[in-house]
């Protein structure tokens, strides 16, 4: 699985037509010559026309394209009630205030860490999913595959179906070809501009920023973005297509090295298929007693691929493993009599069975499967647990660099520290402060004044942070030059406690 016309791709055709590859290597050592390697290092460009198709796996892609546009369109309008102190939408980026909202789960700056495992998860479920059935991903979930679908189906809405509009491209253009041609880019920059407007959305209230955008009131940011994601979703979809795919995503790479020969993957079975032939030259050969496949050259699948690849030729990198071609072959097949499958998902493994007469089979347990799924199910787990357990306050503390300590006149020694303290609920609480680790200190609280009882207190508003500054000044026996100490923060209310550890220094003893 190398190239989409390299010799890799050879490798992997019908076992026919792997002698091309020896001869051509004996051809080009003749008179002990270099073989000389003429492949030029750029390929232009052909423009595909792929045709409309029904079946099984388009009517799958047609779901999924629903689906997720559908959620990426309207997730934004979702309204989440946490109350009066936080925004109400159920998925949002509050870049402001440093919150990443996401229905239950409110992320904090400190716990980015949560990103990080989500990321992971999501790349051993790519994982998964491509030693299970290959590219899934590619051929029905990526962004690049749906908004290219989406506009091959107005394409074609406007444009007319691959014969009609190859006709219409090959001849002199008319004002009828012109129409339609900017009836599609118009209807493709709407698509685009509506993608773009979708994006910003999970940055700000929704609501909102649709009347300030109506009204053209909305942050010049946020119009910056829709222009720049307007102009990406509108080239990448409508011009560059497969070229994505083919050139510039690193994944179709990364997932032929983490495959294996159990994947399944659309595969042409060329057991069945070769030699290819038409059907009355397969009843006439069938008549000989000779062998005659199934495949009759008809080129469906190749014409309704979206990436222009012709499955029959073995894997390659430009299939993005949609299924398209499966549909249009077994409706031929339909058509012919014949059973459905020639092409399917399916393992080289078992085409070589077949070949042998043996039982062809899948083994979805393996090694690789085993070790994904206990991966994704302990990483899922520590997530769940961590975000179940977490604690609604927080201390962190930062001691005072220069100086480390002052001594006082009257022999004391001060130590001067930063204090942030954390509030994750969103109502506003009373926290006490204590400090322990030396017998005989007096805590003070710059610009906060103590309670009645001499106990250092402050309140924090809901879903804030608070800083404040804390004197520490040591009144007891000449303390050590570095003494181990706890700040320990304490909700009045409830009495759920935070801690953080520091430490206290001295002048060493003379
Ligand atoms: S659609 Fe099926 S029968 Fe037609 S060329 Fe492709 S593999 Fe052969
Ligand atoms: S060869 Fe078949 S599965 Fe692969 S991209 Fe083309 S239509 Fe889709």
């Avoid at 779901?63 to 109350?83: E, K, Q, S």
């Avoid at 994505?244 to 993957?265: F, G, H, K, S």
């Avoid at 030259?281 to 222009?308: E, I, Y």
């Avoid at 006082?408 to 402060?433: C, M």
Wanted: proline share 7%; with cysteine; net charge positive.
């Amino acid at each position: 699985m190398i190239g989409p016309s390299g010799d890799a791709a050879m490798l992997d055709r019908a076992p026919s037509e792997v002698p091309a590859l020896t001869s051509l290597v004996a051809a080009a050592e003749v008179g002990g010559q270099e073989p000389k390697d003429d492949t030029p290092l750029y390929a232009a460009r052909r423009k595909i026309y792929p045709q409309r198709v029904s079946g099984t796996f388009r009517r799958i892609k047609w779901a999924v394209l629903l689906v997720t546009l559908g959620i990426y369109y309207l997730l934004p309008f979702l309204r989440w009630d946490r109350g009066p102190n936080a925004p109400n939408q159920a998925v949002l980026i509050d870049l402001p205030n440093n919150r990443f909202y996401f229905f239950l789960i409110e992320i904090w700056p400190q716990e980015v860490y949560y990103i990080t495992g989500l990321l992971i998860i999501a790349s051993l479920v790519l994982f998964l999913m491509n030693a299970v059935a290959g590219r899934v991903w590619c051929g029905y979930l990526c962004p690049q595959t749906v908004w290219t679908d989406l506009f091959f189906a107005i394409e074609r809405l406007v444009e007319g179906d691959r014969r009609e509009h190859m006709k219409r491209d090959g001849k002199r253009w008319t004002l009828d070809t012109y129409a339609r041609k900017g009836i599609k880019h118009f209807l493709w920059l709407m698509v685009a501009w509506w993608t773009g407007g979708a994006w910003v959305l999970y940055f700000a209230d929704a609501p909102t920023l649709v009347k300030e955008l109506t009204f053209g009131t909305a942050p010049f940011v946020a119009y910056l973005w829709i222009g720049i994601l307007t102009f990406t979703t509108y080239t990448l979809a409508g011009y560059m297509r497969e070229q994505v795919c083919l050139y510039m995503c690193p994944w179709p790479r990364i997932q032929a090295a983490l495959t294996d020969e159990y994947a399944l993957n659309v595969t042409y079975r060329y057991d069945r298929g070769e030699p290819r032939c038409s059907v009355t030259k397969a009843k006439q050969l069938r008549a000989m007693g000779q062998p005659a496949g199934d495949c009759t050259n008809c080129k469906q699948c190749l014409r309704v691929c979206p990436t222009g690849v012709d499955i029959r030729e073995g894997s390659s990198l430009g299939c993005i493993q949609c299924g398209l071609c499966i549909d249009a072959c077994n409706a031929m097949m339909k058509k012919l009599g014949r059973p459905p499958g020639l092409i399917a998902y399916d393992t080289d493994v078992n085409i070589k069975l077949r070949m042998e007469g043996k039982e062809p089979f899948f083994r979805l347990v393996r090694v690789r499967t085993v070790l994904y799924s206990a991966i994704i199910a302990v990483a899922g787990g520590l997530m769940l647990y961590t975000l179940a357990t977490r604690e609604s306050e927080g201390i962190s503390v930062i001691h005072d660099r220069n100086p480390m300590f002052v001594r006082l006149s009257d022999g004391s020694v001060r130590n001067g520290y930063t204090i942030r303290i954390v509030n994750k609920q969103l109502k506003k609480r009373e926290f006490a402060l204590s400090f322990n680790g030396l017998p005989a200190t007096l805590i003070d609280l710059v610009g906060v004044p103590p309670r009645e009882d001499g106990e250092p207190w402050f309140d924090v508003g809901p879903d804030q942070t608070h800083e404040i500054r804390v004197v520490v000044t040591d009144y007891g026996l000449p303390p050590p030059p570095k003494t181990a100490v706890v700040f320990r923060l304490t909700d009045i209310a409830t009495g759920q406690q935070a801690t953080a550890h520091d430490h206290f220094f001295a002048p060493e003893p003379r």
